[in-house]
């Protein structure tokens, strides 16, 4: 077959080996290439039309192709797309993040999620002085070499730990400890452990879907500020999503360092390590009596095209009260799935906070931590997302389910029908009865 005649998706793996762009990767049968969005739904070149609950893997608060920001991407393409310059975009994004998260005072622009994490990460050593990072169990913090330690984890980590990935040197993870997510005594015996070198403690509020047991995150603070360390808040996933000053605001724990990404660029690539002035001013070159700066810079940082999407989603989420319908529409498809579970008799679970959610089949206890979520049957919510995305629903198996402000009733509707046939073929190869 000549590159003509491939299929869409034959012609991606030729080019891009494995017709993927990240870790995950969707089933043969059902692989596509995107067309279009609108709104809440994704349009293959096959003509497909898929209800989407992946939304870019969390970026489309709005949905897809929303008005509001594709003019405000148009209305800055004409006037220039890049230049490496400070410029009125990006100064509005940093005043709304400012005005919005709490304790913030000022901002530096990167591009995405990870680097945001890796920044953050840099930023806490150079202002403390030290060296070792504190993460936890089963914990993303993006593609770099100090993020994919214990990612995705064993219930066991704790302590130093290797990489979970090929191609990371030994050294990038020696100054990387791990503890267990809500639990505050593990978290304190490995941070007192390290408090001479301790320079931060970096969590997810809400570790991929898993919400802080209460006291958690403020036992995190106490220890921050026990040892000396900086609590590192990564909001990629959390942040203008949870509430409008994030996860900082809804559990009303505050953290020294926050790193943003995913609804800040609005579907484009930008991320904002967020902080005091004082600890973003080691960012700034030439300070006045500094002799060293920590440096942070990158081609596309500040990019106006970038900032000019992200503003428009955030001022569309605030005044359409998007979070609130995102919240109502998780309500209404986690009461039919519940239901339906019920109704087939199968042990299923929803996990995550009121806007974004992962399906658990036959857990063995409440999942809290790494070592409950995993003690699930993972292989069979796996197949409830293949099941799902054969039926129309767009996502990626074994992930969580995101949700826009898009999103209909009729939705709903498609997706509990869906959920109704895929739990039938759960129910049929996985042992996950009640």
């Keep these: 077959m000549n590159g003509a005649d491939a299929s869409p998706v034959d012609r991606a793996d030729r080019v891009i080996p494995g017709a993927c762009f990240g870790y995950t990767r969707i089933p043969d049968e059902d692989a596509f290439v995107a067309s279009h969005g609108r709104g809440s739904r994704i349009f293959t070149t096959a003509e497909t039309e898929l209800v989407d609950y992946t939304l870019g893997s969390g ?31 990006a100064i509005s994004l940093a005043e709304l993040i400012v005005e919005s998260v709490p304790r913030v005072e000022a901002v530096k622009f990167c591009a995405d999620g990870s680097q945001a994490t890796f920044f953050a990460m840099r930023l806490a050593r150079a202002a403390t002085g030290r060296e070792t990072v504190m993460k936890f169990a089963g914990a993303y913090h993006g593609h770099h070499d100090y993020a994919l330690p214990s990612f995705p984890g064993v219930p066991e980590d704790r302590g130093a730990v290797g990489a979970d990935s090929l191609g990371i040197p030994a050294g990038a993870t020696e100054k990387i400890v791990v503890a267990g997510f809500n639990d505050l005594v593990s978290a304190q015996d490995v941070a007192r452990a390290h408090r001479g070198d301790l320079a931060a403690i970096i969590v997810e509020p809400v570790q991929r879907s898993l919400p802080p047991a209460p006291g958690f995150l403020q036992g995190l603070r106490e220890l921050a500020d026990e040892t000396g360390a900086l609590l590192i808040f990564d909001e990629v996933v959390t942040g203008f999503r949870l509430s409008r000053g994030g996860a900082q605001e809804r559990y009303g724990v505050h953290a020294d360092l926050v790193a943003l990404g995913k609804a800040v660029g609005g579907g484009t690539a930008v991320g904002a390590v967020a902080a005091s002035r004082e600890l973003i001013e080691y960012l700034v070159p030439g300070s006045p009596g ?65 806007v974004f959610f ?46 826009s402000s898009a999103h209909t009733s009729a939705d709903a509707e498609r997706f509990l029908a869906a959920a109704d046939a895929a739990l039938d073929v759960v129910a049929s190869v996985h042992d996950v009865a009640q």
């Design 59 to 89: 970026p489309l608060l709005v949905g897809h192709a929303h008005p509001r920001v594709t003019r405000a991407i148009a209305e800055q393409a004409a006037k220039g797309t890049h230049f490496y310059a400070m410029n009125e975009p």
């Design 290 to 354: 500094a002799s060293q700066r920590s440096f942070m810079s990158g081609t596309l940082n500040g990019n106006p095209l970038g900032a000019a999407a992200g503003l428009a989603l955030l001022r569309e989420l605030d005044e359409a009260r998007g979070r609130e319908a995102i919240a109502a529409h998780v309500a209404e498809v986690s009461a039919g799935l519940r239901d339906l579970a019920q109704s087939k008799s199968i042990a299923l679970d929803l996990v995550g906070p009121d």
């Design 358 to 403: 992962d399906v658990v089949f036959a857990p063995r206890e409440p999942v809290v931590d790494l070592a409950s979520y995993l003690s699930s049957d993972r292989a069979a919510s796996t197949r409830f997302g293949a099941e799902m995305l054969h039926r129309g629903i767009y996502v990626v198996p074994g992930a969580k389910f995101y949700v």
